[in-house]
């Protein structure tokens, strides 16, 4: 088989076209991976209307950036993999990188690692951008440990309940803003659910004695970044995955506390560390193997044809957990 099918964005803005492309062959570092299921981001969403310039992807494009199959053919210089293996990976969708909307991507084999057995494929497909940008902020950045204080912003969502799961496993104790219909799934996460409307000192003062966090980790941005900053403790640590905006540091540095972004394309964009990618993706599958991670699906479910319909979910604001797109049966 030299083809295969796959989802194809002409314009930004327009619809998929589910067409027959070249298959693609491993090249050098390279392994081709027979996908069975395509994660779906709100960065595509973005993508797909031109209105991303931190994540331009030339057209023609095939989009999509997480996903889950199996090895299906292994390139020169490639350790670690075989035909067969079941692997999971944030792989293209950007910079001009094939994504995972198609029955095969050929992609850098330092991007993947090897699926928990624990997670399905789908659940391993909506894994991989949220879980590593959630690590990055906690782990590699805010060095998150047993003890301390953590506040995850938007904690109910993508990369907020990742955050939360990943500081529970590392001992931390745990709270997590959002709206109040999602208190319980915080609850069931470990963390102490709060109304995302409360005034930030009421409940740095209920649940800090007034002190602070020690971490922040910040998913929503805006206002939400500016109270992230008084939410904090003195000399602790805010992490932030969208700095958008005109932010005022003073009460950041009145804490004498730090400030980290996390930017997850980075080493997709520029190739420089690919390696730490599927590093973490080896921690999030321990972990997934050792029932402490898990991620929440809609029950919603899309072929190649209904890709417009998923994206459409998620401008809508009507997904009520990860999307994804079904590849392969």
Known sequence: MHDMRAAVLEEHGGDFNVTRVRKPTPQQGQVVVRIVASGVNPLDTKIRAGRADHARHPLPAILGMDLAGVVDAVGPGVNGFRVGDEVWGMTGGVGGLQGS???FAAVDADLL???????????????????????EGLVDRADVRRGQTVLVQGGGGG?????????????ARVHATDRTDRAGFLA??????????????????EHTDGKGFDVVYDTVGGSVLDASFRAVKRFGHVVSALGWGTHSLAPLSFRAASYSGVFTLLPILTGEGRARHGEILREAARMAD???LMPRLDDRRYSLGDVADAHAAIENRTANGKLVVDIAD
Do not use: C, N
């Open 159 to 171: 990369v907020g309940h990742m955050a939360v799961q990943i500081a529970k496993a590392r001992g």
């Open 188 to 205: 069931e996460l470990g963390a102490s659910p709060i109304d995302r409307e409360r005034a930030v000192e009421d409940y740095v003062a």
């Open 101 to 103: 909307l198609a029955e």
């Open 113 to 135: 690692a090897l699926k928990p057995a624990r997670l399905s494929m789908r659940e391993a497909a909506a894994t991989p951008l949220i879980f590593i940008t959630a690590w």
């Open 290 to 292: 050792a029932g402490m």
